[in-house]
């Protein structure tokens, strides 16, 4: 571990080093999703480079949330030790909030970590497996050859090329893996913006320190959670037009707490906060020769708690022995393995939380939803249920 607590990554590679090898899998993006499916596949003793356009140890805009689907696929891949160790606080709970009322429903177990945290532990963990880790490194795809894909990376002024059998790009919501002229991922109309702050040594909630906080407004809401190390993390989803006429992405969250009906977070407003691009998309085209696109890559929807993480590494954990098998011998019939796998998987999921997510738009719908719960709690388990799940120890693989 280093001084900060957080695991030591080794530092990066020469560049010139990483052009100079014959590649397996070039895996681009160190999110959960990436790291996860890297040090899978380089447990299978695959030559795999791992590169993120970020020098690590780095922040990012997210809940943290780790629900019982996404524990499950920890658990399932082997890496639930490492993220253990960070000591994730855990939650059992979810108070929702709305116009000064609330509910406060039970949740399946799950635990709550900040993506500083997690992200620089899986992808310790990648190396540890054998994968080569390069941080701070741009990478853009080019066309196929008969038996590879080749890459460009970069960092500053240098470049080099790299040849992988297989790609993956895990690059996140604004994934700059495209080959020239090819289909981009193009924004949901009307898609609210992403937006986090972490509140270090913040300690707990004033009440219900075990619960996920959800503050509900109709230009948004504000999740809010208690992290490892007594940090507090929130994340918002805002309308565009709001956080301008707030002044700022920590004045509209702290204005829609407020109008939850929840005490005021100290430092909410005035905190560092980090924009995030819209957070509804169509990603570019799933599959292509010799390339996979995983988690956010692959399309994403407005969350609720926690289910973006959940499909990332339940997604790694299904395409880590596929794009094995790619690698060897590739053929068509793995882009179609992929893209049903993903249709079957993770669209309902998506499909649900788009939902909630316009549901969650209408103060009429909002307001009769939580009277519901408040009377019946039992009426939110279902849908609860449907989200965090499956049950412990049931895998995932594409293969």
């Not at 790609?167 to 090819?182: C, R, T």
């Not at 204005?255 to 905190?271: C, D, H, K, T």
Request: glycine share 12%.
């Amino acid at each position: 571990m280093s001084a900060g607590g957080l695991p030591r990554v080794p530092e990066p590679p020469p560049l010139s080093s990483l052009g100079a090898a014959d590649w397996d899998v070039l895996v681009v993006g160190a999110g959960p999703a990436g790291a996860v499916a890297a040090a899978l596949i380089a447990g299978a003793r695959l030559r795999v480079l791992l590169v993120d356009r970020t020098p690590f140890p780095r922040a990012k805009v997210c809940g943290g949330c780790l629900n019982r689907r996404a524990v499950a696929a920890l658990r399932n891949t082997g890496c639930w030790p490492c993220v253990a160790a960070l000591e994730p606080a855990p939650y059992t709970s979810l108070r929702v909030g709305f116009r000064g009322k609330e509910a406060v429903l039970p949740a399946p177990e799950g635990a709550v970590v900040t993506r500083e945290a997690l992200d620089t532990a899986l992808a310790a963990w990648a190396v540890e497996a054998g994968a080569v880790f390069a941080h701070g490194v741009r990478a853009e795809v080019h066309a196929p050859s008969r038996d590879c894909r080749e890459a460009a990376l970069g960092r500053g002024a240098e470049r080099v090329a790299v040849r992988a059998r297989i790609i993956i790009d895990a690059g996140g919501l604004m994934s700059s893996l495209e080959a020239k002229g090819g289909a981009r991922s193009a924004v949901t109309a009307g898609s609210r913006v992403g937006a986090g702050v972490i509140l270090r040594d913040h300690g707990s909630l004033d009440s219900a320190p075990n619960a996920i906080h959800m503050a509900v407004a109709e230009r948004g809401y504000v999740g809010l959670a208690r992290a490892e190390a007594g940090h507090l993390n929130a994340a918002a989803a805002l309308d565009p037009a709001y956080i301008k006429a707030r002044g700022g992405l920590g004045p509209a969250a702290a204005a829609i707490v407020n109008a939850a009906g929840f005490s005021a977070v100290a430092g909410l407003e005035e905190g560092s906060w980090t924009g995030a691009p819209a957070l509804t998309r169509r990603g570019g085209p799933l599959t292509g020769p010799r390339l996979f696109r995983l988690g956010d890559a692959a399309g994403y929807v407005e969350p609720f708690t926690g289910e973006g993480m959940a499909w990332a590494l339940e997604a790694a954990e299904a395409l880590a022995p596929l794009a094995a098998k790619a690698a060897a011998r590739w053929d068509a019939g793995h882009e179609a393995r992929w893209r049903a796998w993903h249709r079957r998987r993770i669209r309902p999921h998506q499909r649900l939380c788009r939902l909630i997510a316009l549901a969650l738009r209408s103060p009429t719908c909002t307001s009769a939803a939580l009277r519901a719960v408040t009377v019946c709690p039992a009426l939110a388990a279902p849908i609860l249920a449907y989200i965090n799940g499956p049950s412990p120890g049931e895998t995932h693989a594409a293969a």
